[in-house]
């Protein structure tokens, strides 16, 4: 249910980084100079070679970079890390060549048993929500992921509205100047308040710390006591329920 979202290049430095992170459950980032140059195996072996418990992947890049090929890749890299979920990045710019490329990848989804979480922007919500309506079976979900300017009441609104389609929530928060804040931190959403709502209206689906999508990338011992932080609240939580 708590997952953590690291960057991954395929490189030596990005593997010795996951050694040294916590043991947690992970949404694999990946660049679109990753997924297109790459082999699926030269990808998805290091990973699995370190026993990374990998439960989602993301396209770093929206899919006006990669396009259909990024997409089919991303579902196949999921699949060998056995992922349930990827995750497809959409603002208003790339809107039209995000729903595109789903739709031509759709078969494929299908094929390999995905489920595609679109994360909007704002100005991108209503038409990613036009299109996760448009399927029957559920395999276009949503992921919710704060921007600068979100509040807590904002992202709750968003998330409660959709609880059915929520497939993620990223837990990162900012300062008002735009830097990205850990969760401990004072000022910025109050992100134990999401947590605590979502959980007690039945959520149970994934809550990611969301640190190295949004830029900030800290040291491993760092995020360890944030992850233990997180998992301890959340223990808290569905120990009332």
């Known amino acids: ?18 050694r040294q992170l916590p043991k947690v459950a992970l949404e694999v980032l990946l660049p679109s100079s990753v997924l297109l140059t790459l082999s699926v195996p030269e990808i998805a072996d290091p990973l699995l070679d370190e026993g990374a418990e990998v439960v989602a992947v993301k396209l770093v890049d929206g899919p006006e970079k990669s396009g259909v090929e990024g997409i089919e890749r991303a579902v196949i890299v999921a699949d060998e890390l056995g992922a349930e979920l990827v995750v497809v990045p959409m603002d208003s710019g790339n ?7 789903l739709e031509e990848a759709y078969s494929l989804i299908v094929a390999y048993s995905k489920k595609v979480a679109l994360e909007p922007t704002r100005r991108a919500f209503p038409k990613a929500l036009e299109f996760i309506n448009g399927f029957l079976g559920g395999v276009f979900k949503l992921s919710v992921s704060p921007s600068r300017g979100s509040t807590t009441e904002e992202v709750l609104a968003m998330s409660l509205a959709h609880l059915g389609q929520l497939a993620a929530v ?15 931190s004072a000022g910025g959403l109050n992100v134990f308040a999401i947590m605590k709502e979502l959980v007690e209206r039945g959520y149970d689906e994934y809550f990611v710390l969301d640190y190295e999508a949004k ?7 760092i995020v ?12 808290s939580l569905l120990e009332k329920l």
């Open 224 to 235: 360890k006591s944030d992850c233990d932080l997180l998992y301890q609240y959340l223990h």
């Open 170 to 184: 990223k837990l990162a928060s900012f300062a008002r100047d735009g830097r990205v804040l850990r969760v401990s």
């Open 1 to 18: 249910m708590l997952c953590y979202s690291i960057l991954y290049d395929g490189s030596p430095s990005s593997l010795d980084r996951l």
């Open 95 to 101: 809107a039209a060549e995000a729903l595109s490329a």
């Open 215 to 221: 830029g900030l990338i800290l040291p491993p011992e």
